[in-house]
């Protein structure tokens, strides 16, 4: 097990990273827009025990521990961006197997990730991902932001990302909340998807309707499917654990067999 900051493209990234299984691919796990490593949890090593797959946790710039963003402003294409550093994250870890597992904005830069350099993605799992804005998203992100002002939230996350904190709240509900974001759409890039795609959803997401998981089920090119899960919000692998422990299971092993 390597737990480490390495430098990618000039950018100070922190990673987890297990590749104890010999010819085994890496399962790559991609967290939300106020995640981190440690928030996955245990949930990155009971999947890779279960699938006998190795595994890579990393803090995207700005969280966990990864060096500090340089600045809260972000243009549309900023998950695009970060599915470049991903990419040149693999390259550098000398991974070609990937299987991504994304959450939320995680999610999308997994989606983005395989349309883009699909060469080394084998399979997608997409939990809670966009691919278009939409007015139930644009109001959790209000609401988020109305409990980071009135709750003890700011002190919570602090216990993950320190004094970063502040400056991750401020890009993700800035870009998100602005007029220019709305018009941030990603289907055209669905087709270049080649590899099996499963696609997690929560029937009750409080930041995305099922037109995310069905428009995106039916556009790309490789094979899809949807689960979606009743009476669950906005992160299923943590209401419901082991229902998607399973789930991603079952899918990964789909893969490697």
């Known amino acids: 097990m390597i737990e480490k900051v390495i430098e990618v493209k000039g950018k100070n990234l922190f990673i987890k990273f297990n590749n104890s299984f010999e010819n085994k691919p890496t399962i790559v796990f991609l967290h939300d827009s ?9 949930f990155p090593e009971k999947l890779a025990e279960a699938t006998q797959c190795n595994f890579l946790i990393y803090d995207r710039l700005g969280y966990g521990k990864s060096f500090p963003m340089t600045t809260h402003k972000r243009e549309n294409n900023y998950m695009e961006l970060e599915a470049d550093l991903l990419n040149d994250l693999l390259s550098e870890l000398n991974i070609n197997d990937a299987i991504l597992f994304g959450h939320s904005d995680g999610g999308t830069i997994a989606l983005i990730t395989a349309s883009k350099y699909s060469e080394k993605v084998k399979a997608l799992i997409c939990e809670a991902g966009h691919i278009f804005v939409e007015d139930i998203t644009v109001q959790g992100v209000k609401d988020a932001l109305n409990a980071y002002r009135t709750t003890n939230l700011p002190e919570r996350l602090q216990k993950y990302h320190g004094d970063k904190v502040d400056v991750i709240v401020k890009a993700w509900t ?25 696609f997690v959803q929560g029937e009750n997401d409080e930041y995305g309707s099922l037109d995310q998981v069905d428009k995106t089920v039916t556009q790309i090119s490789g094979n899809s499917e949807k689960f979606i899960i009743p009476n669950v919000g906005h992160t299923p692998h943590k ?13 990964v092993n789909s893969i490697i067999i």
Not at 34 to 42: I, K, N, T, Y
Not at 176 to 197: G, H, V, Y
Not at 243 to 250: F, G, M
């Open 174 to 198: 800035d870009i998100w909340l602005s007029d220019q974001f709305r018009t941030w759409n990603i289907e055209p890039m669905l087709k270049n998807i080649a590899c099996p795609l499963l």
């Open 239 to 251: 209401e419901t654990p082991e229902i998607v422990l399973n789930k991603a299971t079952e899918f």
């Open 34 to 42: 106020l995640g981190s490593v440690q928030l996955w949890r245990d």
